[in-house]
């Protein structure tokens, strides 16, 4: 979840949702993302809303705590069972992310889970997934998860270099996601994930090659591979501002991408987004996916985000005021916004533009056609997606892909 929240209006006390939000529903999926904002360290490159147990400190008091957070997770789905009414979608898809979601206790995280599936029922087949620090978990705590309902598990590998690792500040050591994969496995994990990063100040082909082949030797059956984005205010861009450690180039990205696709099709994945490889359809996030296809999300936890029939609202950032708010009844949400048809519109062509599917070239408006028709002569769209209604990136479109999009949404 980023840092800073954007504007908007402002959000009803009960959070009460405008009545057209949830025409057609029962067409779209509905998913649940729970923030977890604490974290042992602070990342140097980390711009998400988390907070270390020293910066809480006197910040909150006991409402900031991680002693009670789950409690207070299970009252926002308990507020969102209201909100909805009596929406009988049952819920398809659940992420814990943060922040490190496993500094708290497996039963905790459990203890989330359940209160959706008491509010609102998990659908079948349902997707469960815990991003984990390789750290945090252990063979006990993962069969506690699996026992408790997840099934897909995320754990921050970034890279299998120690330099590396040591200039974003990440404390877990070699080796030891790629033990985390298999002791997921063994808990009864289906699915499992390595996050993997490119482009670290100092980092090289070699190094970017070597996590690879570590990433792919563990046997996950899904890898993120993510370009290092140096965000202002974060540790790390004070680093490169100070010359303390170099800044990555777009070339070297590009070069790190190719890589990345090369070995991880060699080894049987496949691109369904631009930065994510699954072995099978299965193996696919759906989560992610939902969020991709603008399908319906509610996001619970400090500074979460959430999305029902084009209404996008936000949570107040800091934990101690998050959790004030859901003690008097009140919602959290600190704004929202009601997305104008046009905004959904450019909305759908910027995500999906990203999947492998690519979108439909009916979204475009005339400038944003013949952009697509260039842009097919310059090998940046799949010729035959193209002849069938839909703008589909080549891989060199892929690395492009920023461009693509600013030109397709005209």
């Given at each position: 979840?980023?840092?800073?929240?954007p504007?908007?209006?402002?959000?009803?006390?009960?959070?009460?949702?405008?009545g057209?939000?949830?025409?057609?529903a029962?067409?779209?999926?509905?998913?649940?993302?729970?923030?977890?904002?604490?974290?042992?360290?602070?990342?140097?490159?980390?711009?998400?809303?988390?907070?270390?147990?020293?910066?809480?400190?006197?910040?909150?008091?006991?409402?900031?705590?991680?002693?009670?957070?789950?409690?207070?997770?299970?009252?926002?789905?308990?507020?969102?069972?209201?909100?909805?009414?009596?929406?009988?979608r049952?819920?398809?898809?659940?992420?814990?992310?943060?922040g490190?979601?496993?500094?708290?206790?497996?039963?905790?995280?459990?203890?989330?889970?359940?209160?959706?599936?008491?509010?609102?029922?998990?659908?079948?087949?349902?997707?469960?997934?815990?991003?984990?620090?390789?750290?945090?978990?252990?063979?006990?705590?993962?069969?506690?998860?699996?026992?408790?309902?997840?099934?897909?598990?995320?754990?921050?590998?970034?890279?299998?270099?120690?330099?590396?690792?040591?200039?974003?500040?990440?404390?877990?050591?070699?080796?030891?996601?790629?033990?985390?994969?298999?002791?997921?496995?063994?808990a009864?994990f289906?699915?499992?994930?390595?996050?993997?990063?490119?482009?670290?100040?100092?980092?090289?082909?070699?190094?970017?090659?070597?996590?690879?082949?570590?990433?792919?030797?563990?046997?996950?059956?899904h890898?993120?591979?993510?370009?290092?984005?140096v965000?202002?205010?974060?540790?790390?861009?004070?680093?490169?501002?100070r010359?303390?450690?170099?800044?990555?180039?777009d070339?070297?990205?590009?070069?790190?991408?190719?890589?990345?696709?090369?070995?991880?099709?060699?080894?049987?994945?496949s691109?369904?987004?631009?930065?994510?490889w699954?072995?099978?359809?299965?193996?696919?996030?759906?989560?992610?996916?939902?969020y991709?296809?603008?399908?319906?999300?509610?996001?619970?936890?400090?500074?979460?985000?959430?999305?029902?029939?084009?209404v996008?609202?936000?949570?107040?950032?800091?934990p101690?005021?998050?959790a004030?708010?859901?003690?008097?009844?009140?919602?959290p949400?600190?704004?929202?916004?009601?997305?104008?048809?046009?905004?959904?519109?450019?909305?759908r062509?910027?995500?999906?533009?990203?999947?492998?599917?690519?979108?439909?070239?009916?979204?475009l408006?005339?400038?944003?056609?013949?952009a697509?028709?260039?842009?097919?002569?310059?090998?940046?769209?799949?010729?035959?997606?193209?002849?069938?209604?839909?703008?589909?990136?080549?891989?060199?479109?892929?690395?492009?892909?920023?461009?693509?999009?600013?030109?397709?949404?005209?």
């Amino acid at each position: 979840m980023p840092s800073v929240l954007p504007d908007g209006e402002p959000m009803p006390e009960d959070g009460a949702l405008p009545g057209h939000a949830l025409a057609g529903a029962g067409q779209r999926p509905l998913g649940f993302y729970l923030h977890v904002p604490y974290c042992a360290t602070r990342c140097g490159y980390c711009d998400f809303n988390t907070y270390t147990a020293s910066e809480l400190r006197g910040s909150g008091g006991a409402l900031a705590s991680r002693d009670n957070y789950a409690e207070t997770v299970a009252e926002e789905i308990r507020l969102a069972r209201k909100v909805l009414g009596d929406d009988p979608r049952p819920v398809e898809t659940v992420f814990v992310g943060g922040g490190t979601p496993t500094l708290l206790p497996a039963a905790d995280l459990v203890r989330m889970l359940a209160a959706i599936r008491d509010e609102f029922g998990l659908a079948d087949g349902a997707e469960v997934t815990t991003e984990a620090n390789p750290e945090s978990v252990d063979p006990r705590y993962l069969a506690e998860l699996r026992e408790g309902g997840f099934n897909r598990i995320s754990f921050g590998m970034q890279s299998a270099r120690q330099h590396v690792l040591k200039i974003l500040d990440r404390t877990h050591t070699p080796g030891r996601p790629e033990a985390c994969v298999g002791e997921a496995r063994a808990a009864g994990f289906e699915h499992v994930n390595l996050d993997l990063i490119y482009g670290t100040p100092g980092e090289s082909d070699d190094d970017w090659r070597a996590s690879l082949d570590a990433a792919i030797g563990a046997g996950p059956d899904h890898v993120s591979a993510y370009a290092l984005i140096v965000e202002e205010g974060t540790q790390l861009a004070r680093r490169i501002r100070r010359g303390e450690v170099p800044m990555t180039d777009d070339d070297v990205h590009a070069d790190r991408y190719l890589i990345a696709e090369e070995a991880l099709t060699a080894a049987g994945f496949s691109w369904y987004e631009v930065s994510n490889w699954a072995t099978t359809d299965a193996g696919r996030c759906r989560h992610n996916e939902l969020y991709w296809r603008g399908a319906d999300w509610w996001g619970a936890g400090p500074g979460a985000h959430s999305h029902v029939g084009g209404v996008r609202w936000w949570n107040v950032k800091h934990p101690g005021a998050y959790a004030q708010a859901l003690a008097e009844g009140r919602s959290p949400g600190a704004g929202r916004e009601v997305l104008p048809e046009e905004d959904q519109r450019v909305e759908r062509i910027l995500l999906e533009l990203r999947l492998v599917d690519g979108c439909p070239l009916s979204l475009l408006r005339p400038a944003g056609a013949a952009a697509a028709a260039r842009a097919l002569a310059d090998g940046l769209l799949q010729a035959g997606p193209y002849e069938e209604g839909r703008a589909v990136l080549t891989l060199r479109g892929r690395l492009l892909a920023d461009a693509v999009v600013r030109d397709l949404v005209d």
